[in-house]
């Protein structure tokens, strides 16, 4: 089971992700555009396919992560935020949105049914019923719960285990790990996909309480992965979960650091 990787196999993914959404989703409609930005775009990283593509290399593992990522853009993007007053999703008004949001999610069952693997289809099916639940459960709660570090931690990292235990499991599925390495592998999935999730929350706000408890829990998450990521390298000679987790650890901690306040060390004579 001894696999070699190669050191750039994040940009590998990453192309192979731009490749895949371009031969699947053709529609050049300004809505489903302006969604894909979010995920083609180089501030934004597809860590599902990263997760996907790191537990197993071939072009299937770069599909099933790419239609993941296609989920999470059509739930949490999209049909999540058909009440927004501002943004994207106001100007075009929730007809448009709904609409870009259901051709992106049948784009990523297209890229499903091209890794012809019943076990990875049922897996991502469930996840993505589970996923919808809990973003129907959000629609219409308190918005004041975002200044509330606890409720808005619990809240992230709810949302985003659905798919991110998806992602880790449809790779172990794909790569062919026998349990309880496939459990490994979801909690590695699940732990390094809602650590990016909570940092990406962190950096769309202002210095708070809240930022210093998303960005925290963060690099728990992400020391989390790296501790499951280093299981499955001893198992089965696998690095790339083990480089992909420590890349995001060192973006984490470059963050936080950034985001501490400077200490002066002058004295006065």
Same mark, same amino acid.
Request: overall charge negative.
């Given at each position: 089971?001894?696999?070699?990787?190669?050191?750039?196999?994040?940009?590998?993914?990453?192309?192979?992700?731009?490749?895949?959404?371009?031969?699947?989703?053709?529609?050049?409609?300004?809505?489903?555009?302006?969604?894909?930005?979010?995920?083609?775009?180089?501030?934004?990283?597809?860590?599902?396919?990263?997760?996907?593509?790191?537990?197993?290399?071939?072009?299937?593992?770069?599909?099933?992560?790419?239609?993941?990522?296609?989920?999470?853009?059509?739930?949490?993007?999209?049909?999540?935020?058909?009440?927004? #007053?501002?943004?994207?999703?106001?100007?075009?008004?929730?007809?448009?949105?709904?609409?870009?949001?259901?051709?992106?999610?049948?784009?990523?069952?297209?890229?499903?049914?091209?890794?012809?693997?019943?076990?990875?289809?049922?897996?991502?099916?469930?996840?993505?019923? $589970?996923?919808?639940?809990?973003?129907?459960?959000?629609?219409?709660?308190?918005?004041?719960?975002?200044?509330?570090?606890?409720?808005?931690?619990?809240?992230?990292?709810?949302?985003?285990?659905?798919?991110?235990?998806?992602?880790?499991?449809?790779?172990?599925?794909?790569?062919?790990?026998?349990?309880?390495?496939?459990?490994?592998?979801?909690?590695?999935?699940?732990?390094?996909?809602?650590?990016?999730?909570?940092?990406?929350?962190?950096?769309?706000?202002?210095?708070?309480?809240? $930022?210093?408890?998303?960005?925290?829990?963060?690099?728990?998450?992400? $020391?989390?992965? #790296?501790?499951?990521? $280093?299981?499955?390298?001893?198992?089965?000679?696998?690095?790339?979960?083990?480089?992909?987790?420590?890349?995001?650890?060192?973006?984490?901690?470059?963050?936080?650091?950034?985001?501490?306040?400077?200490?002066?060390?002058?004295?006065?004579?």
């Amino acid at each position: 089971m001894t696999d070699t990787h190669s050191m750039n196999f994040p940009e590998t993914v990453i192309a192979g992700v731009h490749a895949a959404v371009a031969s699947t989703l053709t529609c050049e409609a300004v809505p489903v555009r302006g969604a894909l930005r979010l995920l083609l775009s180089g501030q934004h990283t597809p860590i599902r396919a990263l997760v996907t593509g790191s537990l197993h290399a071939g072009q299937p593992g770069i599909d099933a992560g790419t239609a993941l990522d296609l989920i999470h853009i059509s739930l949490q993007q999209l049909h999540a935020h058909v009440d927004a #007053t501002i943004g994207a999703s106001a100007l075009l008004g929730n007809a448009a949105t709904v609409l870009a949001g259901d051709y992106l999610t049948t784009g990523a069952f297209r890229l499903l049914v091209r890794c012809a693997d019943l076990q990875v289809l049922a897996l991502v099916s469930e996840a993505v019923n $589970r996923a919808s639940e809990l973003e129907a459960a959000q629609l219409g709660r308190d918005p004041d719960a975002r200044d509330d570090p606890s409720r808005l931690l619990q809240t992230r990292q709810q949302l985003a285990a659905p798919l991110g235990e998806a992602a880790g499991a449809t790779g172990a599925t794909l790569a062919g790990y026998p349990e309880p390495l496939a459990g490994t592998a979801r909690r590695y999935g699940q732990y390094l996909v809602s650590s990016h999730v909570l940092q990406q929350e962190a950096d769309a706000m202002d210095i708070s309480e809240a $930022r210093t408890a998303l960005q925290d829990a963060a690099l728990d998450l992400c $020391r989390q992965a #790296t501790r499951e990521a $280093r299981a499955i390298a001893a198992a089965t000679g696998n690095g790339r979960p083990l480089e992909l987790a420590e890349l995001i650890a060192a973006s984490l901690g470059a963050k936080a650091s950034a985001c501490k306040p400077k200490i002066s060390t002058s004295t006065s004579s």
